[in-house]
């Protein structure tokens, strides 16, 4: 199902067909990333995600269609409401790009299959989840279900993970969250009188998710990534910031989306690495 033969690796493919495939793909993309905006900003405060706002957030103008027209009307109205001029978050454009280009480096790298469609799904929940936590300091579980039941089309479609590894994955690195979380929790409720997790459960059960679709050795992988990220990341934003507070969800996404292209390719150079034996002369 949906296997076209390697049509974009093929050298047999024409480059005008495959800038046609990439352009028609990044189109979709920044749509779907415009309704992800929605999305990001609505699911939080509990309102529609359906109905579409058509005023000003400022001045309350009605918007006009052509305004609507994913990143390229932001660019033409230079982030500013043709209006009454108030600045239009660059989020805006940022969420619909990041998804377009997301989508595109997907389908060059996996090429026409059903691992590039679940990709991209997994790619706009992710978006979702990162910005999100960002804004919220909160893991939303409707968007982790959702990476949960990708798992499913993902075993019956594709074969690059064994069904062991999906329920092994699950566990790998959500047990031990889960552990430091919990072993935590009374030293930090002891020392700054508060209740929370040095990792929340959120993270936690996202991981479980993330796992049961990328498998023990991509999961693996997605949460070294991820941690890393959020110690490099974590410490320049609380330099430049001051911020106390810290959300790990946008850094476990970005390894999560890392270790769902290119997992099992890290994992054994990894593995590789640590083994490598000189020749002997
Ligand atoms: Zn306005």
Request: some cysteine.
């Amino acid at each position: 199902m949906f296997e076209f033969e390697n049509m974009l690796h093929s050298e047999f493919t024409e480059l005008p067909f495959k800038l046609m495939i990439y352009t028609i793909v990044f189109l979709f993309g920044i749509c779907i990333g415009s309704f992800l905006n929605v999305v990001i900003i609505r699911l939080p405060r509990h309102e529609s995600l359906i109905k579409r706002s058509s005023h000003c957030m400022t001045c309350g103008t009605k918007i006009r269609p052509i305004d609507l027209i994913p990143v390229f009307s932001w660019l033409l109205l230079r982030g500013k409401c043709h209006a009454c001029g108030e600045k239009i978050s660059p989020r805006y454009p940022i969420v619909e790009s990041l998804n377009g280009i997301l989508y595109v480096l997907t389908f060059m790298i996996l090429d026409i299959n059903a691992k590039a469609i679940i990709t991209c799904v997994l790619m706009s929940l992710l978006i979702v989840i990162g910005f999100m936590d960002w804004d919220t300091q909160e893991i939303d579980l409707i968007i982790v279900g959702m990476i949960l039941l990708l798992a499913v089309p993902a075993a019956i479609f594709t074969d690059d993970v064994e069904l062991k590894h999906r329920i092994i994955g699950a566990f790998a690195i959500s047990v031990p969250f889960f552990i430091i979380g919990e072993v935590s929790r009374p030293i930090i409720r002891k020392k700054f009188k508060e209740d929370f997790r040095a990792i929340e459960l959120g993270d936690t059960i996202l991981m479980f998710a993330a796992g049961a679709l990328l498998g023990t050795q991509a999961v693996i992988v997605s949460a070294l990534i991820g941690i890393i990220a959020a110690a490099v990341f974590g410490l320049i934003i609380k330099f430049a910031t001051k911020e106390s507070k810290f959300a790990f969800g946008p850094y476990l996404s970005m390894g999560i989306a890392v270790a769902m292209l290119w997992g099992n390719q890290i994992a054994s150079w990894y593995v590789d690495l640590l083994t490598y034996e000189p020749p002997v002369a």
